[in-house]
């Protein structure tokens, strides 16, 4: 039932999300229009067959509702922790936010020791800071690591 | 042809390529070995890389993941009858049975060694096939380019698994989405909602990583748990050496037929695998060891899982026709390099071409090398908690979708497809269909209108159009011939067995 429940909801936010290109497509002009307005109207009608598909017919891939749950009790809180993880990159910075995500996951989740964690997360970051300024990569800079990279420099 | 050759082995010997392609062969040995990472992940992970690369130190970073992806995904296979992709199920029905009876090291050393030879049979294959391939691919023009990119966009259908409407309806969300941003043959912004942000449009990059690598390593930590609970290896390398030059026969049978169906799009790994063992058991004199530790068993899978990639490089390279998601993502790739796959690639690009020809052989070989070597150690890397790897391998992610734009928006666009894209999978629909929609979005457009612009509706009538048509309407109702029959493709996760007749994502 979980799963019929969870794939009807699917079903219809991609009704939705056709349906509201398909309206936003209107505004664009002619040759601009004619692509996206015609696989949105494709898409809307798929999803819709779909929709009723789903809705009428009874699940054979297996109704393992408990598994479901478990998937998404775990796959929810590790997302939620992700976008935490996201948010605090855009915010303190991106060194700053990897050394609290990953000391944070090897110490609950993986059950390590908190001065093992703490020591894995900033030799990580440590090099992933000097791997990257090697090969020139970019890292979001938030407040804390301006603040740290500018101790550092003195 | 030969100066071409020349020339490209040259500049890929370069010290500075060299540790590129070596680098993409450890990276490619990594996702392989990992249950349910799959090269097509490891791609993910480093096309944010190629931003301003060298292109050849590009082409070498990228084959090196494909080609050892199948050659590496073996050890979880033989130790723990766990397939590391899609591509290495048949080897677990005599590989498995040989390490529980001690012969680990034997069951992998022969594996080892029939993947270089099938991977280096590739190589050659893809190169033989550029000097025919030539006058055809110039023959084309704007319309049959639209229509191979709808031949492309056809595959959907084959990978669209036990639900082709499933399958298709994400495939045109991937097309969907691959219109965002500036319109092909005209100065207009779609689906922006003044967001400065994707004017550009969605960047490749996060929309790869989003769609596949957050869902995998997120199962990963919600599963919990290590990846399996024993992991050995004993001594038999020299035995099972010998044993793969033993049937040398059957190794570049093998491979040539790997080589063969890795050209036609959609079949996946995992199908070309189960075809070459059925192959391997009906013409053996003695079938009575087989599926309880017969070396042939392991010889013959290996050998052309790894031939298909020089098979599947044609379509790509060529004809702009991804076989398979990491054939879909390396295109991507191309993109992100300024390298056009299509005509040029035989004729202004043909150095890049050949290249990828040295690349790929040249990562067999130095793939083979590092399996023989890792064999022990990371037999017991199978054994660490999830919890403990799958982080850092989120922070990697997040680090290559930055490289995109540098904007705060990939990140934002990471978490929004990645958590769509993991309903998905937890709801089992299929996946490899977006990111075939979403890399071929904007050339369908383009060529599209350019054959509208030029030939008004005359172009419909040309005989390369109707003949692509024609393949096109046949690949669908292939699709619908093998989804009644069960035979479809089916996407695994991590752990995932599967030995029905289905395929999986290479």
């Not at chain 2, 058991?281 to 087989?290: E, G, L, P, W, Y």
């Not at chain 2, 769509?420 to 490899?432: E, M």
């Amino acid at each position: 039932m979980l799963k019929q429940r969870l794939s009807i909801g699917l079903s219809l936010f991609l009704l939705l999300l056709m349906l509201a290109a398909a309206l936003n497509a209107q505004e664009f002009g002619a040759l601009a229009r004619y692509f996206p307005l015609s696989i949105a109207i494709a898409g809307a009608i798929l999803a819709l067959v779909e929709l009723v598909l789903v809705r009428n017919s009874e699940l054979t891939e297996g109704n393992d509702d408990k598994h479901l749950e478990n998937q998404l009790r775990g796959g929810l809180s590790h997302l939620a922790a992700l976008a935490a993880y996201l948010v605090a990159i855009t915010t303190l910075g991106f060194f700053s936010a990897t050394v609290g995500y990953l000391f944070l996951a090897v110490w609950k989740g993986a059950g390590l020791r908190l001065l093992h964690s703490f020591v894995l997360a900033v030799a990580a970051c440590a090099f992933l800071y000097w791997s990257g300024t090697y090969i020139g990569l970019a890292f979001p800079a938030g407040f804390i690591d301006n603040l740290a990279l500018s101790a550092l420099s003195f | 042809m030969i100066d071409a050759a020349t020339e490209a082995f040259f500049v890929l010997i370069d010290p500075s390529r060299l540790f590129y392609l070596l680098i993409g062969v450890s990276i490619g040995f990594t996702v392989g070995f990992l249950p349910g990472i799959g090269g097509t992940a490891g791609m993910a992970l480093l096309l944010p890389l190629l931003f301003g690369m060298d292109p050849y130190a590009a082409m070498a970073l990228m084959i090196g993941i494909v080609a050892v992806n199948n050659t590496a995904d073996t050890f979880t296979s033989v130790l723990f009858g766990i397939p590391g992709s899609a591509s290495s199920q048949a080897t677990i029905m005599d590989g498995h049975p040989l390490a529980q009876r001690g012969e680990a090291a034997r069951a992998l050393s022969a594996s080892f060694i029939a993947s270089m030879i099938g991977g280096l049979v590739g190589a050659v294959v893809l190169l033989l096939s550029i000097p025919i391939a030539r006058p055809l691919v110039l023959s084309f023009r704007t319309p049959d380019l639209f229509m191979l990119t709808l031949f492309g966009l056809s595959m959907i259908s084959l990978m669209a698994g036990k639900r082709p409407l499933r399958g298709i309806l994400v495939g045109i969300l991937g097309l969907l989405l691959g219109t965002i941003g500036g319109a092909a043959g005209t100065p207009e912004y779609r689906y922006t909602f003044n967001w400065l942000y994707l004017y550009g449009g969605v960047p490749i990059p996060v929309a790869v990583a989003a769609f596949f690598a957050i869902p995998e390593i997120i199962t990963f930590l919600a599963g919990g748990g290590t990846v399996s609970r024993t992991g050995r290896v004993e001594k038999g390398s020299l035995q099972g050496a010998k044993d793969a030059l033993k049937h040398w026969l059957l190794i570049v049978r093998s491979s040539a037929l790997g080589a063969f169906m890795g050209i036609i799009p959609g079949l996946g790994g995992a199908t070309v695998e189960w075809v070459t063992y059925y192959l391997a058991k009906a013409t053996a004199k003695d079938k009575s060891q087989f599926g309880k530790g017969d070396i042939r068993g392991v010889v013959a899978p290996e050998s052309c899982n790894n031939a298909k990639d020089g098979g599947s490089l044609i379509p790509t390279l060529l004809f702009t026709v991804p076989t398979s998601g990491s054939m879909a993502v390396f295109l991507g790739g191309l993109t992100i390099l300024g390298v056009e796959a299509g005509p040029r690639m035989v004729t202004t690009q043909l150095p890049i071409t050949i290249a990828i020809v040295w690349s790929l052989a040249l990562a067999n070989i130095f793939g083979t090398a590092m399996c023989f070597i890792m064999a022990r150690p990371i037999s017991k890397l199978t054994t660490v908690d999830a919890n403990k790897f799958a982080p850092f391998l989120i922070v990697l992610i997040c680090a290559g979708a930055y490289q995109s734009t540098q904007h705060w928006g990939d990140l934002a666009l990471l978490f929004g497809i990645g958590l769509f894209s993991w309903f998905l999978r937890i709801l089992n629909w299929p996946r490899i269909p977006f990111i075939i929609g979403f890399v071929l979005s904007e050339g369908a457009e383009r060529y599209l209108f350019i054959s509208m612009s030029r030939y008004g509706y005359d172009w419909l009538a040309r005989p390369t159009v109707l003949v692509i048509g024609a393949l096109t309407l046949a690949v669908i109702l292939t699709a619908i011939v093998l989804n009644r029959r069960g035979a479809t493709f089916q996407e695994p996760g991590p752990g995932h067995r599967q030995v029905e007749d289905g395929s999986g994502v290479p």
